[in-house]
């Protein structure tokens, strides 16, 4: 992860703004800031962040839809992490669907986010042990696990960073049952993502499965985990 790494911050407090600069430039990033989801977008035309800390309560569009728009509509795979004083579990879910990477409650300590957004840039992921030696096939779409890469007959499918790390950690050890507690330690997630690993999962069978109801590839073992059985 390059120290330099930039990160656009979207936060309608401007006290916090100028707080999150500060600390995060003293860290050794690159830091662009916007008050609204409207000047975000704005800045998003010309620059291209390699992370995203994104309040969720701000006036006008907030930081959910901006999240989902990013997804759905750009096809932005750029890591997005949330900040919202709503910390509940179904306030995290609803984070997590619109396509966040990570949810961070209010208050918090700048340093837990500083550790935080190093672990979202880290997510294409390091090997834990010898990728497969050729790329691994779910019937027409082909996923190169050192890369993080996603391609089919029509050209790359866009993956987020969560997706791209859920899928090599599943593809590193193909038709191996995985429990959700090693899937969240492979996607540097805590304990407590448990329902975040079976959102990111839903999300990464629209991709690969032609009927994410009958999966071929992503099979749920009740009472287990997650497997990948790849396959032509």
């Known amino acids: 992860m390059a ?49 995203m800390v994104l309040d969720v309560m701000m006036p006008g569009e907030n930081g959910l839809t901006l999240t989902e728009s990013l997804r759905r509509e750009q096809g932005s795979d750029v890591p997005v992490l949330l900040l919202t004083a709503r910390g509940t579990p179904e306030d995290r879910i609803a984070g997590f669907e619109a396509g966040a990477d ?30 497969p030696r050729g790329p691994v096939q779910l019937g027409a779409l082909s996923f190169d696990v050192g890369r993080g890469e996603l391609s089919g007959p029509e050209g790359n499918i866009r993956l987020t960073g969560g997706e791209a790390a859920l899928l090599a950690a599943l593809a590193r050890k193909p038709n191996e049952v995985l429990s959700r507690e090693e899937i969240a330690a492979a996607l540097g997630m805590d304990d407590s993502g448990e ?13 690969v499965e032609t009927d994410p109801r009958e999966p071929r590839f992503l099979h749920t073992v009740r009472g287990r985990g997650y497997v990948l059985k790849p396959g032509a």
Request: glycine share 4%; aromatic share 6%.
């Open 102 to 131: 990570d949810y961070l409650g209010k208050p918090f300590e700048p340093r837990e986010l500083v550790l935080r957004i190093r672990a979202l840039l880290r997510r294409a992921p390091a090997p834990v042990q010898e990728a």
């Open 3 to 51: 120290e330099d790494a930039h990160i656009l911050v979207v936060d309608d407090d401007a006290r916090l703004r100028v707080l999150l600069s500060r600390y995060l430039a003293g860290e050794g990033f690159r830091v662009t800031t916007a008050e609204t989801a409207s000047e975000a977008r704005d800045k998003l035309r010309f620059m291209h962040p390699d992370m």
């Open 195 to 207: 329902r975040a690993i079976d959102v990111q999962v839903t999300r990464l069978r629209r991709k």
